[in-house]
Nanobody, 115 residues
Framework: QAQLVESGGGLVQPGGSLRLSCAAS????????MGWYRQAPGKQRELVAV???????NYEDSVKGRFTISRDNAKNTVHLQMNSLKPEDTAVFYC?????????WGQGTQVTVSS
């Protein structure tokens, strides 16, 4: 049974940093593209960042230069380092694992940016 477990969310002041982690029980992890999505209240879920199995990355325009996605294939984990956080980054962040017909989601972790 595939399982993704996110951690690292919380409350942070504007300009602060958080590091999200996702522990993925999917196999083979190295073949999965791993992504972070977010969903703010009243908005659709959107892709924030993706790191493909080959290591290439893509970011949503508003987070470029502030967020960094990385993966550790030895530990089946993916991270999202978020710096210079803004109130508009407030959302539930979801981890996603995608490979062919397989698409798995975590339950999400809340990130709140507020003073």
């Amino acid at each position: 049974q595939a399982q993704l477990v996110e951690s690292g969310g919380g409350l942070v002041q504007p300009g602060g940093s958080l590091r999200l982690s996702c522990a993925a029980s999917v196999s083979p992890f190295v073949l999965y593209d791993m992504g972070w999505y977010r969903q703010a209240p009243g908005k659709q879920r959107e892709l924030v960042a993706v790191i493909r199995r080959g290591g290439s990355t893509n970011y949503e325009d508003s987070v470029k230069g502030r967020f960094t996605i990385s993966r550790d294939n030895a530990k089946n984990t993916v991270h999202l380092q978020m710096n210079s956080l803004k109130p508009e980054d407030t959302a539930v962040f979801y981890c996603n694992a995608h490979w062919g017909i397989y698409d798995h989601w975590g339950q999400g972790t809340q990130v709140t940016v507020s003073s």
